[in-house]
């Protein structure tokens, strides 16, 4: 009997999936600390050191980003990944506006 795609366990065949509007490979900031970097995967996550079983705490939803310029890998809670450019999550940007931009009256 086949199973289900979305039955399915992840394993090292699985492509990366992203977040809906940020796919893997997206430019992205970090909310909680401001870093920018470009989102690798996002996947459920248990430390190596936690033994699995019934007493373990249950994995946690990360998102793993990595510097533009290369370096260490690190790991944020993925309703903190937003857009480079944007402030806050859920913020919308007016088309054709850089995100972040102020509003100026000529003199």
Do not use: I
């Not at 989102?39 to 190596?48: E, G, I, N, S, T």
């Not at 850089?98 to 003199?107: F, L």
Request: aromatic share 2%.
């Amino acid at each position: 009997m086949k199973r289900s795609p979305e039955r399915e366990k992840p394993n090292a065949n699985t492509p990366p999936v992203g977040l809906p509007g940020l796919p893997v490979g997206s430019l992205v900031r970090d909310s909680a600390t401001g870093r920018e970097g470009t989102l690798r995967d996002v996947l459920l996550y248990r430390p190596a050191h936690e033994p699995p079983g019934p007493d373990a705490r249950p994995a946690r939803r990360l998102a793993f980003l990595r510097s533009v310029c290369g370096g260490r890998e690190w790991t944020t809670e993925p309703d903190q990944v937003v857009p480079a450019g944007r402030e806050h999550p859920g913020e919308v940007t007016e088309p054709g506006r850089a995100a972040g931009a102020v509003n100026r009256q000529a003199d």
